[in-house]
């Protein structure tokens, strides 16, 4: 596709239920960033990667979040039994350079809203 | 956390008039890019400026930058109502770029 794809667009789950957000990103992208964005905020870094290394999750807040980009590509990022405070939009993110020194461009997708009951 | 800090929080302005946004950081960078969010979708790259540029100009863009006072402005010059949207800055060092809390403008017919 021509931009970066994120799906479902919408997810509302039950607390304590897990939960899986799909992210494609520009055909070719090396890198790929999660980001979490509370209403009214910023987005907050959550995870990078380089191809399939998972070279950064230090923005990950707690061990409930996992993510993972098997084959450099498509990557999902899982959160298990959700709680309120993770209701936000996850926003995914590629770029076509190595992060690192110099972090290029990013290209963002349009979300996933979670809410959690 | 959020390394910038835009001012102000909000804005709202007529159409034709000017924009400007302020961004404070708090640490070394390698360059600064501003962001636009229009409600409910991703953000949209508007500009990067290295650390070792003053100025540079996109369309109806204009981005400063101070290192000296670890900030950045971005002017919108001629606004149009397709403006109204959110604006961050983010700082790039290191595997990721750090976002600002952002600012909300509203451009009014």
């Known amino acids: 596709g021509a931009g970066v794809s994120q799906s479902p667009r919408y997810k509302v789950a039950k607390r304590g239920q897990d939960v899986a957000l799909r992210c494609d990103p520009i055909?070719?992208?090396?890198?790929l960033f999660w980001y979490q964005q509370a209403l009214g905020q910023g987005p907050e870094f959550l995870t990078y990667?380089?191809?399939?290394?998972?070279?950064?999750k230090s923005g990950l807040p707690s061990d409930r979040f996992f993510a993972e980009r098997p084959e450099g590509s498509v990557s999902t990022l899982k959160i298990q039994r959700t709680q309120q405070e993770d209701s936000a939009v996850y926003l995914c993110?590629?770029?076509?350079?190595?992060?690192?020194?110099?972090?290029?461009?990013?290209?963002f997708g349009e979300g996933s809203r979670l809410t959690v009951l | 956390s959020q390394q910038g800090e835009e001012d102000p929080q909000a804005l709202s302005i007529q159409e034709g008039e000017n924009a400007t946004m302020n961004c404070s950081y708090k640490?070394?960078?390698?360059?600064l890019q501003w962001y636009r969010q229009n409600s409910g979708r991703g953000l949209v790259h508007l500009i990067l400026?290295?650390?070792?540029?003053r100025e540079k100009h996109s369309g109806r863009l204009r981005v400063t930058l101070d290192t000296s006072k670890k900030s950045s402005s971005l002017l919108i010059t001629a606004s149009r109502a397709a403006d109204t949207a959110s604006y961050f800055c983010?700082?790039?060092?290191?595997?990721?770029?750090?976002f600002g809390t952002g600012t909300q403008l509203k451009v009014e017919l």
């Open positions: 983010a700082t790039g060092g290191g595997n990721k770029l750090t």
């Open positions: 055909s070719g992208h090396v890198s």
């Open positions: 640490t070394s960078i390698n360059n």
């Open positions: 993110a590629s770029s076509l350079v190595r992060s690192g020194a110099n972090t290029g461009e990013l290209f």
């Open positions: 990667f380089q191809n399939e290394a998972q070279l950064d």
């Open positions: 400026i290295r650390s070792n540029e």
